[in-house]
């Protein structure tokens, strides 16, 4: 007994098949429309970064700003700026600054506390680990000077040194080396 030559039974396995067929063509045009998304979810590059820090011991925190390039310093602490860029306004809010951080230790050794990406939206997606400091982003700044006011700011920029200077003082102009 054949059962395809019933004509419901046909247009049931048509209607079936048209139905798959667009179930499947919803679902190739609706991953296609997915991955086109928006294209515009590029960070871009900002000349100031905000950051904050918190002593652990004495449990007080600041607030301040630093340009690409320069380096800060927060108690022994030598925070080096090398980049910061933030999302587009119309994007979900982003920034992220790539942070070197090292360490002069009693014995005017400089050993690496941080390198690497900081995000504002997620700080422990890359936290620093310190015993006693934590410092993270808060936000990229256009090319505006920065901030400096005395009850909020008591790190200093530090200048490079010239070499020679840097040798017979002992002071540290950069991070330690990468053997280290």
Request: aromatic fraction near 8%.
């Amino acid at each position: 007994m054949k059962h395809n030559k019933h004509p419901l039974i046909h247009k049931m396995l048509r209607r079936s098949r048209i139905v798959d067929a667009l179930v499947i063509l919803m679902g190739v045009c609706a991953f296609w429309v997915a991955a086109s998304g928006p294209a515009s979810a590029e960070m871009r590059p900002y000349p100031v970064v905000k950051l904050q820090s918190l002593d652990k011991i004495t449990a007080r925190t600041e607030t301040f700003e630093a340009r690409v390039g320069s380096t800060v310093k927060f108690g022994p602490l030598f925070i080096k700026v090398q980049s910061c860029r933030k999302s587009d306004p119309i994007d979900e809010p982003e920034s992220a600054s790539f942070l070197q951080i090292w360490e002069i230790d009693q014995e005017n050794e400089a050993q690496w506390v941080f390198s690497g990406w900081m995000f504002a939206s997620s700080p422990a997606l890359s936290p620093m680990d310190h015993p006693i400091y934590d410092v993270w982003v808060l936000d990229c700044l256009s090319d505006q000077a920065p901030e400096k006011k005395n009850d909020e700011l008591k790190s200093e920029e530090i200048q490079p040194a010239p070499q020679e200077d840097v040798e017979q003082s002992g002071a540290v102009d950069g991070p330690p080396a990468a053997s280290e």
